[in-house]
């Protein structure tokens, strides 16, 4: 039987869309795919994005305002919804049919883990939201984290409410062509190998210790070549040093990058899981990254740093440059990460709502 799925589009709307907005993307693709006969509804606020598959329910309030209202009300909830998502703490936590299955996705706990990497007013945000999900019994928490679910249980949460779902890479974007790629180093002045970081430039991301780090590991081994980072700004003040800043780019541009760099480095400080990593092994891409990235924390094919120690970071970015990135080495990275795809993250929310 065909069900109404409604999930919340807020995160689109906000001045840093960050991972959560992949993510609520490649969800919806996943859903598409698995679940055809199933209506998908995307709650949108005002200023904010459809995407598509979903049919558009504008929700005309800013999304500052629906953020606050969504801990008590349902605000653009259709009634006839049958599963309502909150792709984060924003919510909502209620609405639609009577008997309608209500779930809520936690990423991480990260306002804790890194908090010289939020305000105080986030922080306090964050752990409202945190309770207020702990005492909605009846609301589902999807945790797309390794070890996220013990934790948890560690703050008052059942078990039976507590469900695992995997993120997945971007399979249905083609690449950019080489030329293209070519092209947008150009323009940057570079011309050669290069080392790429992908994601928002702030304080947690430990961009001034990876470029630091990148420096250290240059004189040795030139082909690492200058440090790309791709991405947009986010929350901080953050020194780049000599890294190239190539800023957002779009998504087709990324791809490419991601199996044109020698390596790709992601080193926060803290991590909720982590896709560039993901992404650039799904291109056969050699990797460093640092030990607090859940989305690889048991893949074989990866270097491992101490985020926090440059010369460690420095060392990884030498060793990577030094496995093979042969036809074989490069199908081992894509096949390590096989089984996170856009479509088993649907399957993964479908068994989750039953």
Known sequence: MARTIVVALDQLARPQPGGVATYVRGLLGGLAEVAPEDVLVGLVPRGGVNVAPARPRPVP????VL?????????????DADVV????????????????????????????????????????????????????????????????QSRLLGEGFAADRLHSIRLGVDESTPEAPIERIRDVLAAHGVTGPFTLYAGTR??????????????????DDPE?????????????????GGAVVVGLVERPVLLG???????????????????????????????????????VATN????????????DVAAGLAAALRDDDDPAARERRRASVADLTWRQCALDHLAAWR
Do not use: M
């Open 67 to 79: 953020t606050r209202l969504w801990a008590r009300w349902p605000i653009g909830v259709p009634r």
């Open 202 to 219: 702030e304080p947690r991301k430990n961009l001034e210790r990876l470029v630091a780090a990148h420096a250290l590991a240059r004189r």
């Open 300 to 311: 074989p094919t990866v270097v491992r740093v101490d985020a926090r120690a440059v010369t």
């Open 257 to 295: 990058l991601y199996r044109a760099a020698a390596v790709v480095a992601y080193v926060p400080l803290a991590e909720g899981w982590g896709l560039p990593p993901v992404e650039a092994l799904a291109r056969g891409t050699r990797v460093v990254v640092s030990t607090t990235t859940p989305s």
């Open 85 to 148: 998502h909150g792709p984060s703490l924003a919510g909502p936590f209620g609405g639609g049919r009577r008997g309608a299955v209500h779930s809520v996705a936690v990423h991480d706990l990260l306002w804790r883990d890194a908090p010289e990497a939020t305000t105080r007013q986030g922080a306090a945000f964050h752990e409202a939201r945190l309770a207020r999900l702990r005492d909605a019994g009846d609301v589902r928490v999807l945790c797309s984290s390794p070890g996220l």
């Open 224 to 240: 690492l070549g200058p440090l790309v980072i791709a991405g947009p700004a986010g929350w901080g003040e953050v020194d780049l």
């Open 61 to 64: 309030l800013d999304v500052r």
